[in-house]
């Protein structure tokens, strides 16, 4: 096998004194927000929640036992204060607690976005660090609760006391993740990573490939119901077998005909061109262009969001997709969340 270019850190690499006597701010309780404080509070460290007067989510947090003040107390209260609200609000409730952070308090994310486009500008005399499960909130929970971990990376942006990272580590073994395993990146490398795989692969290149190949069959006079199963429906026993063992484990898998027909014809769809538009969207996520863009759209109110969502949500692809889904024994309706997967 060949070395890891990364040090894998694990639960004996993590010192719990770094947090153990500490108080955690954990600001908002959703996805993230739920599981941090939960599992936080399960391991012992003093946990308060931070939330609007009038927030949804208030009684959840309280019914889960757990310390609810507004986003201000518990800054105040905080030696940790994680932002776990969404990216697009957190400028807003910074701009509200950061005059609660005192000297050598830890402002910390799970995402890198305001950070690293500089819509957050922390003050000089705090730690800033990043604690990021690689899962939905509701798995790294699930995990921590059956004695089992969720992968993580950790980031330091500003390190003043010297012990950002310890602490960092610490957090994460709090939360589960160190039981998995945690791997150490920078605020830079995280954000344009994730954007670049969300926009190119995971949600952006996917969705599209999946929609035109659906549209050439049924465009070719192919019944919609056909083109719904070989283009949506079977990427998901193909993406749990790259999952389980690689490229390698799925090619063994499918038959020798797909794969002959997959190797000679999958450069042919994504091609050259693909790959240059892929480095073109890659340098606006690194000269901030796509940031600018997000950022800009949503002090607009969402638009052209908006107009995308719906005609997405209208696609005959999905007009297909709903009734089918409805008719076969493998379609649970799961919960919400586990649907909301982490990109
Ligand atoms: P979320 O949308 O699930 O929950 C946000 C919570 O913030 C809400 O439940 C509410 O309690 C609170 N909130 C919402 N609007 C608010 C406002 N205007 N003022 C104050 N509080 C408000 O958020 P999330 O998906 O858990 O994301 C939190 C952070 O975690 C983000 O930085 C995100 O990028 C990061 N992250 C998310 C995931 C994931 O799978 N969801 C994975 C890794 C990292
Ligand atoms: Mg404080
Ligand atoms: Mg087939
Ligand atoms: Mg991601
Ligand atoms: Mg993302």
Not at 25 to 51: E, F, T, W
Not at 100 to 111: N, R, V
Not at 130 to 151: F, I, W
Request: glycine residues 8%; proline residues 3%; charged residues 30%.
């Amino acid at each position: 096998m060949t070395e890891l270019n990364t040090t894998v850190y694990y639960d004996d690499d993590a010192d719990r004194s770094q947090i153990d006597d500490k108080t955690v701010a954990i600001l908002g309780y959703g996805s993230q927000g739920h599981a941090h404080a939960q599992n936080l509070a399960d391991s012992g460290v003093d946990v308060v929640v931070g939330l609007r007067e009038n927030s949804s989510s208030r009684s959840a947090a309280e019914s889960d036992g757990l310390r609810v003040k507004t986003p201000v107390e518990a800054a105040e209260e905080g030696d940790i204060v994680s932002v776990l609200v969404p990216d697009t609000v957190q400028p807003a409730v910074f701009e509200q607690i950061r005059d609660s952070l005192e000297a050598g308090d830890t402002l910390q994310f799970a995402h890198g976005f305001n950070i690293h486009y500089n819509q957050i500008q922390p003050p000089e005399d705090v730690d800033v660090t990043m604690v990021a499960p690689k899962s939905p909130g509701h798995l790294v929970r699930r995990n921590y609760e059956n004695d089992e971990g969720t992968p993580g990376l950790i980031a330091v942006y500003q390190d003043e006391t010297g012990d950002a990272k310890e602490e960092a580590l610490a957090y994460s073994h709090a939360i589960g993740c160190t039981r998995a395993g945690v791997i150490e990146t920078s605020f830079q490398e995280e954000v344009e990573t994730d954007l670049f795989g969300e926009q190119v692969v995971l949600c952006g290149g996917v969705t599209s490939l999946v929609k035109q190949g659906y549209e050439t069959l049924v465009d070719a006079g192919y019944s919609p119901e056909m083109a719904y199963f070989e283009c949506l429906n079977e990427l998901k026993l193909i993406v749990d077998l790259m999952y389980e063992g690689g490229l390698e484990e799925m090619w063994n898998s499918v038959s020798d005909t797909a794969e002959y027909g997959g190797l000679t014809r999958g450069d042919r769809v994504v091609d050259d061109h693909a790959r240059e538009n892929m480095e073109e969207i890659l340098e606006e996520v690194q000269n901030g262009t796509f940031a600018r863009e997000w950022i800009a759209e949503n002090q607009a109110g969402r638009p052209s969001y908006t107009q995308l969502k719906d005609a997405e949500e209208n696609h005959h692809i999905e007009e297909v997709g709903r009734p089918l889904r409805d008719l076969f024994a493998w379609s649970d309706d799961g919960d919400e969340e586990e649907e909301k997967a982490e990109a």
